[in-house]
């Protein structure tokens, strides 16, 4: 089989899991947290990077990607592993997200989504049934359904409209999806209405063969409404497939999510945040940018195995980032990387060991948000 999921271990203490996700290009071991790649790249890092920060699979955005450089380029080059030239598994979004981002710039109907693009202005039409064409072109090995997201706040009614119509795109995408190198991904919605969590989980269950998305959370809404919400799903998700987070990456809800039963995550905060200067530490975030490491000659974190605390020290990482130099945006995202890539490992030795719990709450107890 080109698609398959085997549970390795379950914890415990929390129904947290170890998995196998077999894909035509390569075994990932869930949990992972997965570096997200926008524009067929991971900014400012190479694949050699990537490799050596034990990344296994990577996020790619439909949206963008259709928009520059098209999905024909893309296709000509044989396909996004090959245009950039990565082995390993990759997964695309389906740019729902992004298009429901432009706000002003797009129309939702039944049909599909209108918008403008926010490079040229140039008008687009996507339906479900297109949004499968364009992620067959980028040949990822999973790919999401179209969907349509809701902001935090969005009252019921509107909840329910937009859930019924992801419900509706999905059977078309499911439809449409006949590659048998790629595996669709459903994407449950439903704001923070639990009846309609429930409602949308169960109907996505219908049309998941190796793998479900949860959408809709990490939008604006406290980090406890959206942990109540994963509670609440975890009994019902189902056990033979990996359940994908959509947008999530700050390493408390790292530990918080896995304990709740969710196999794969993603999120640009990692190397968002180092481009400005700020980095990833087991005590909170730190700011190396500040006047107080000018003359500190530690690394970040002293106990990192990532390639920018073996070789530089705060001071020199604090003079690339206030001079504006590249590689100090290159050797932060590096660090953040691979801090989620090597706390997600720490969290499957805990489960390894049936205690998550006590990982979580030790974890949560030191790191200062």
């Not at 039944?110 to 140039?122: A, K, M, Q, R």
């Not at 604006?220 to 799903?233: A, C, N, Q, V, W």
């Amino acid at each position: 089989m080109k698609f398959n999921y085997e549970v390795i271990k379950t914890c415990k203490q929390s129904g947290a899991r170890i998995g196998r996700l077999t894909t035509p290009h390569g075994v990932v071991e869930t949990p992972v947290f997965m570096p997200v790649g926008t524009q067929a790249t991971v900014k400012g890092l190479r694949v050699e990077d990537l490799n050596e920060m034990n990344a296994q699979i990577i996020l790619s955005n439909t949206y963008h990607l259709f928009l520059r450089p098209t999905q024909q380029i893309v296709k000509q080059a044989g396909g996004l592993h090959k245009f950039m030239n990565w082995n390993k598994p990759i997964l695309t979004d389906s740019g729902g997200f992004q298009v429901f981002s432009l706000s002003e710039m797009r129309k939702i109907t039944d049909e599909g989504v209108t918008f403008n693009s926010h490079l040229s202005g140039e008008r687009h039409f996507i339906t479900p049934e297109r949004c499968m064409e364009i992620q067959n072109d980028l040949g990822a090995d999973i790919i999401m359904a179209f969907d349509e997201c809701t902001p935090f706040g969005a009252t019921k009614d509107d909840s329910v409209r937009a859930m019924k119509r992801t419900h509706d795109w999905l059977i078309r995408c499911f439809n449409k999806q006949q590659n048998p190198n790629q595996m669709l991904f459903p994407i449950v919605q439903g704001n923070m209405f639990k009846d309609l969590r429930e409602q949308s989980l169960e109907f996505c269950k219908k049309y998941a063969k190796c793998g479900l998305a949860i959408g809709g959370l990490s939008v604006g809404e406290p980090k406890e409404t959206m942990y109540d919400i994963l509670s609440f799903m975890q009994p019902n998700l189902p056990s033979n497939m990996p359940r994908y987070l959509m947008g999530v990456g700050s390493p408390d809800c790292l530990v918080e999510t896995i304990a709740r039963g969710i196999d794969m995550m993603d999120c640009v905060l990692p190397t968002r945040i180092a481009r400005n200067g700020t980095v990833f530490t087991k005590t909170g975030k730190l700011v190396i940018r500040n006047a107080c490491y000018k003359d500190d000659f530690s690394p970040i974190e002293k106990d990192c195995d990532c390639y920018t605390c073996k070789n530089y020290t705060r001071a020199y990482l604090r003079h690339l980032i206030n001079a504006g130099e590249m590689l100090g945006a290159e050797l932060l995202s590096i660090h953040n990387l691979r801090f989620l890539i090597r706390l997600t490992e720490e969290i499957k030795s805990a489960i390894y060991q049936d205690r998550l719990l006590d990982f979580r709450d030790e974890f949560i107890k030191n790191y200062k948000i």
